[in-house]
């Protein structure tokens, strides 16, 4: 089945403890995002990625950190989370070229930052 | 950047036809999407505009205007689990990601009643 998996769904942690939300594609995608969703302000571009090795700040960058190592991952890592990154995450991936239309969404996790 | 506008909320009866709109300010349109979102879950892919004109897809249609800056979602024979969010997004080919990674508007919250 064609899906964009997260993990984990859900986390609560403390202040300045590293963390990382992993998130895989199995579609072959070229480009895959992460994005952020808070009440009110709607999702917001975190990184991106255009292919492996290739990523790039959107609009809320600070305090977030992305590789592309491989085609089909594109960790997100909060080196020293703060009470103001509690979210819910969202990544994401489209294809690339002429097909780059739909994205297809993660189930999301949601971060708590005490 | 960019600049997506759309209603935060909207209320409609069930069987009742609702018209969702959205404006944006681009410097290299390249594609507007139309996104369902219900509480809690991942956004899911509704439609794809770029050239002006009416898209339609079963009870929902999507219309641009490329010269106006505008869009709008129609749905028709509205039925109780249309209740969600519906997003605006746009691709920019002068904004982050180049041509294919979309920025979202805040989105409108669809309640649909009795």
């Known amino acids: 089945e064609a899906q964009v998996t997260q993990n984990p769904r859900y986390l609560i942690t403390v202040t300045g403890k590293k963390l990382t939300v992993t998130c895989s594609q199995n579609m072959n995608h070229e480009y895959m995002s992460w994005y952020r969703q808070d009440p009110g302000l709607g999702l917001r571009q975190i990184y991106y990625?255009?292919?492996?090795?290739?990523?790039d700040k959107g609009d809320v960058p600070e305090g977030y950190k992305v590789s592309r190592k491989e085609k089909r991952n594109f960790p997100l890592i909060l080196e020293s989370p703060s009470p103001n990154q509690t979210s819910l995450y969202f990544c994401a991936s489209s294809p690339g070229g002429t097909l780059g239309n739909e994205q297809f969404f993660g189930p999301g996790t949601r971060l708590t930052v005490l | 950047g960019q600049n997506i506008d759309q209603p935060t909320e909207m209320t409609a009866t069930e069987g009742a036809i609702v018209q969702i709109n959205c404006t944006y300010q681009t410097s290299g349109f390249n594609g507007l999407f139309w996104y369902q979102q219900h509480a809690g879950e991942a956004p899911t892919f509704l439609s794809y505009?770029?050239?002006?004109g009416l898209e339609e897809k079963g009870r929902f249609s999507s219309f641009l205007s490329r010269s106006k800056g505008y869009s709008y979602l129609l749905l028709k024979e509205l039925q109780m689990k249309d209740s969600a969010s519906y997003l605006c997004a746009v691709r920019d080919r002068n904004h982050l990601g180049g041509s294919y990674i979309p920025t979202f508007g805040r989105g409108t919250s669809l309640i649909v009643h009795p």
């Open positions: 505009n770029v050239l002006d």
């Open positions: 990625s255009m292919n492996v090795e290739v990523t």
